[in-house]
């Protein structure tokens, strides 16, 4: 199966027309999501027309954009102004955006097409896509699983082959987790790399938009066409953006790589341990040195990001009230029951219990101990990176402590939930960098992933390490068995 570079270089090249492989895509959406439920919709018809505007202007020589022939999927809490943006919650069942988010105009720009929306946790809150209004996806490689989350849907869509590629969001390893999981390529891009505007937001400091691929080279693709400067998010950074693709060739060769002891302790699966520590073995034999760091502050982690994440989402969900937006409950006796009443039915168990932790850390009296304590937790754990990169380049660790789990295993243990990001939450609170590449399987054939976090717009650095390590091993080129029935083009 050719990867979205493959692709897009045969579409270059006339060897593929773009609607052929929009074609394809469609028919393995309809052949295997009904069982999978990655997608909450698909335009096919948008698709197709888009498809067949771009062969025509190809057969007329004209500039068809980087991207044309790649067919992608969407995170249903990206904003697109055709179909529904729901964010997998009933309070927003019916929301139709006006605009298109700055990715989706850039992607689109480039000739991407854009073939659906994918299932999510309700407002991204949440670790394994159980959280959606609309039903969990599963996991591709056994369905009895969950997909990681809260970009469950996009992974699930990857790992399948049913997109080349797909867009999540990530506010606490809610790119990474998933694509871990999946057996996937997940990139969370530094913040401010990437353009927020048309996020339906969670956590305003710590989201951001980013790309799950098959492989470290489309993702590179991806962010060169969605990286660089929009005055619509103030906390965009006005910074060059380099090459991405080209960057892949520098060599690893002299790269110091740590290894933080805080990642490698008590709850760690021994499967996710041998393979990750292979993983780093195999970059040893490619010029890299393996050093140990501390990250002293980790252990706080967790208890910071579930203060001041909630207390983010207590603020950006007042909106959805069924007044300003969303559903709106009929017969309340007053303004006040009227959005107790919208809010009760439109709002989901995780996304209350978030939105009342939230409330409650900013709440008088309380907003020093919690709310304040965690700002200063955080500028700590930034500080345990800042120290920890003058003396390595990147940072090696697991993705998740254990690879995925069944669903319904933990939905009725919020605290059991929440663990599964303890390696990832780190590198949103201090604004890093930082992606998952597939490094092995465990003895029931689930994948396993290595995370490589790196400084802030650090990138190109991280994109290499990911690509050599790829082309020293092929788990990434692996798809579960149950896919492998039709060639997709």
């Not at 909450?40 to 007329?60: F, G, I, K, P, T």
């Not at 489309?218 to 969605?226: G, K, S, T």
């Not at 295993?409 to 960098?433: H, Q, R, V």
Request: glycine letters at 8%; charged letters at 20%; aromatic letters at 6%.
């Amino acid at each position: 199966m050719r990867t979205m570079s493959e692709t897009v270089e045969a579409v270059r090249h006339g060897e593929l027309r773009v609607e052929a492989v929009a074609r394809a895509s469609l028919d393995r959406i309809r052949q295997f999501d009904p069982a999978l439920h990655a997608f909450l919709s698909v335009d096919a018809e948008r698709a197709l027309h888009r498809a067949s505007q771009l062969d025509q202007a190809r057969s007329r020589a004209q500039p068809i954009g980087a991207l044309a022939g790649a067919v992608l999927a969407v995170k249903d809490n990206i904003c697109t102004s055709a179909g529904c943006t729901t964010c997998g919650s009933r309070m927003l069942e019916r929301f139709h955006s006006a605009y298109d988010a700055h990715v989706v105009e850039r992607l689109e720009s480039a000739g991407a097409i854009l073939i659906g929306k994918t299932n999510l946790d309700e407002f991204a809150m949440g670790s394994s896509t159980e959280n959606s209004a609309f039903g969990p996806t599963r996991n591709p490689w056994d369905a009895r699983r969950v997909p990681g989350g809260s970009s469950g849907g996009s992974a699930a869509a990857v790992a399948a082959r049913l997109v080349h590629a797909a867009l999540g969001s990530d506010t606490g390893g809610s790119i990474r987790q998933p694509a871990a999981l999946c057996g996937v390529t997940g990139l969370k891009p530094s913040y401010g790399r990437v353009s927020r505007y048309g996020l339906v937001a969670f956590g305003s400091s710590l989201d951001q938009i980013g790309p799950l691929t098959a492989d470290a080279r489309d993702a590179a693709l991806l962010l060169n066409v969605m990286a660089g400067h929009d005055p619509r998010d103030s906390t965009c950074a006005a910074e060059v953006v380099p090459d991405y693709v080209a960057a892949l060739q520098r060599p690893v060769s002299g790269l110091r790589i740590g290894l933080p002891e805080e990642y490698f302790g008590e709850g760690l699966s021994v499967a996710v341990r041998d393979a990750v520590s292979a993983a780093v073995e195999v970059l040893k034999s490619r010029g890299a040195t393996p050093v140990r760091v501390t990250l002293p502050h980790t252990p706080y982690a967790t208890a910071c990001y579930y203060i001041v994440a909630p207390a983010e989402a207590s603020s950006n969900l007042a909106r959805f009230d069924g007044m300003r937006y969303g559903r709106r409950a009929e017969g309340g006796a007053d303004l006040l029951d009227t959005y107790t009443r919208s809010r009760g039915e439109g709002l989901g168990a995780e996304v209350k219990r978030r939105i009342m932790i939230g409330t409650y850390a900013l709440s008088s009296g309380y907003h020093d101990a919690y709310y304040d304590k965690a700002l200063r937790v955080r500028t700590l754990i930034r500080r345990d990176f800042d120290t920890a990169f003058k003396q390595v380049d990147l940072i090696a660790s697991p993705v998740a402590p254990t690879t995925a789990f069944e669903l319904g295993e933990k939905a009725l243990d919020p605290l059991a939930m929440y663990l599964s990001d303890i390696y990832t939450i780190s590198a949103n609170l201090a604004g890093l960098c930082a992606i998952s590449v597939p490094c092995g399987f465990d003895a029931l054939g689930l994948p396993i992933g290595l995370q490589l976090m790196g400084p802030v717009t650090g990138e190109e650095k991280l994109l290499s390490v990911a690509h050599h390590y790829q082309q020293a091993t092929d788990f990434h080129c692996r798809i579960p068995q149950a896919f492998e029935t039709k060639e997709a083009a």
